[in-house]
Every structure is written in C-alpha cells, then in structure tokens.
C-alpha cells in the first residue's frame, strides 16, 4: 500500500501564492505517475497536474503558466507550486498516485489518494 499526506494549504489572497507538499511513505515506486486534483464547492473532482516518467508533466489548461508541478523522488514528495491564485482555485486540493507511468488525467485510473488539503483564495 501507498500512502500520501498533502501539506501547505491555507488561505491566502488573489494574486498569492502557495506551495503544496504530498509526501508518500509505505510501497513507494519512483516510476508511479503522481497528479493533483482539486474538488470545488459543489463541482466534481478535476484534474490539475500531473508529472510521470523522467519528469515530464501535464497541466489543465486553467492553470498553465500559473502551477507547477514537481517530484523529488529521493524524498518520496511530489509538489504544486502555485502562482497567481484566483478565487476560482478555490478547493481542496487532493495528491493522487497511478501505478500507470504515463499520461493519466482520469481521476478513476488513480490508485491511491490523499485526504486532501483545503485552498481558499480571498478576492
């Protein structure tokens, strides 16, 4: 089994930032995709981010040239570095890990999850 807490939530204002942690422990594998996903009020759980292989990554389109994503492997942590917060960020943001090492954005072919960690951003 894997497990993954997520960390560095908060609130903070639009134009912010923030950088969220997911740290994995137990059957840990470096080849694992990892991603991020968030869950608004009342919205469905949507993809995010998602890093695989040797570090390629993958973003929705809402967040491109805002977030990033990163993995260090020797950590076992996978990262989203977020810039330029909008109140629609607002959600909980959940770390997501699939034992399929490529390309993934389909929250139901993610294996192991995360609690989840809340983001509000004030306007």
């Known amino acids: 089994q894997l497990q993954l807490v997520e960390s560095g939530g908060g609130l903070v204002q639009a134009g912010g930032s923030l950088r969220l942690s997911c740290a994995a422990s137990?059957?840990?594998?470096?080849?694992?995709?990892l991603a991020w996903f968030r869950q608004g009020p009342g919205k469905e759980r949507e993809f995010v981010a998602t890093i695989w292989g040797g570090g390629r990554t993958y973003y929705t389109d809402s967040v491109k040239g805002r977030f990033t994503i990163s993995r260090d492997n020797a950590e076992n942590t996978v990262y989203l570095q977020m810039f330029s917060l909008k109140p629609e960020d607002t959600a909980a943001y959940y770390c997501a890990a699939s034992r399929y090492s490529g390309l993934n954005t389909f929250r139901h072919l993610y294996d192991y999850w995360g609690q989840g960690t809340q983001v509000t951003v004030s306007s």
């Open positions: 137990g059957r840990t594998d470096s080849s694992y995709a």
